[in-house]
């Protein structure tokens, strides 16, 4: 029996059982659907199939929440596979904003042995929660740090590597105190061109699996410039989209937007309609919870619109796409 026949069926059972970790740290998590239909007996055990990959654990200092915390909610709400994807953000002319990493009870630097803490706590995960765990992490991109950003990303096993323009002329657009500071100078088209030329460079650099959030500039800068935000990108969409398709680098669709005034998943639509028909083979999906109650909001709708636009989810591991 299919596991949506399993899900669906009147007669299904589903339960949730929270047990002790026999080794007396944590609580394990179990959360299935039994079905016993006509003679035979169904189980599904943590399998309904939900995969978040863009999620921030307590070491990025706008976030928390520990890697454990958001295992176990994963399986509550019924998650198959997480990637988690902390910031890494190491552009020097932000270094007294961003080179700021929580690590236990300390402030630490980016470039300090956070990761190494950060890879071991997934690795604990792994063995004591039956969920797939992947190592990924969001890189913020400067053209002026890719020789460093590549030493780095060797560095690590990372399983996906999340490329992020936050930020154009070293100042953020995604944050909404900083984001003014850009905007009230700068038109709409001036917008559009200096974030798309950041990621055209993002894309060549080779450094990046997928492109987070591809229209995130509409997060703050549509409540600034209304309508002519979405005009001003137009004429950049379809050179960059046959980027990404040449590049075969991935697009993320991702939820964090239908929280925020905005309301709209990243990208748009009718952009992932157009990378549909450039050849952009690979989509992953991800609500970019800043805190665990966030895990995994927005997923449905997204699922609905990648299906919707002809795409099919990845997955990676160890920088290599899957479904
Ligand atoms: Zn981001
Ligand atoms: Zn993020």
Known sequence: MARNDILGHPLSIEFIIYKTDPKGCGVNVIRGFFLLDK????????????????VHPYYSIDAEGTVE?????????????LCFTPHFDIDPERKE???????????????SNWIEKYIEDVELARKRYSLEIKIGIEV???SNIENELRNIL???????????????DHISISDKKECGQYFKNKSPEEVCGSYFTLMENAIKS??????AHFDIYKKYGWEYYGEGLAKSQKPYLRSILTLVAENEVGIEVNTSGLRKP?????????????????GVKIVTIGSDAHKVEDLGKGLKKAEELIEKTGFEIYRYRGRKPYR
């Open 69 to 81: 915390e958001y295992c176990i909610r994963a399986i509550e709400i019924g998650m198959e596979e």
């Open 97 to 111: 904003l961003d080179d700021k990493v929580k690590l236990k009870d300390k402030i630490v630097t980016m470039k």
């Open 154 to 168: 060797k560095t690590y096993p990372f399983d996906f590597v999340l490329g992020a323009i936050h930020n154009i």
């Open 262 to 278: 905005v309301n709209e998943i990243y990208p748009a639509e009718d952009i992932l309609e157009l990378a549909k028909k450039l």
């Open 140 to 142: 913020g991109y400067d």
């Open 39 to 54: 003679y035979r007996f169904f189980a599904l055990i943590n399998k309904i199939f939900m995969i978040d990959y863009h």
């Open 206 to 211: 080779g450094l990046f699996d997928v492109i």
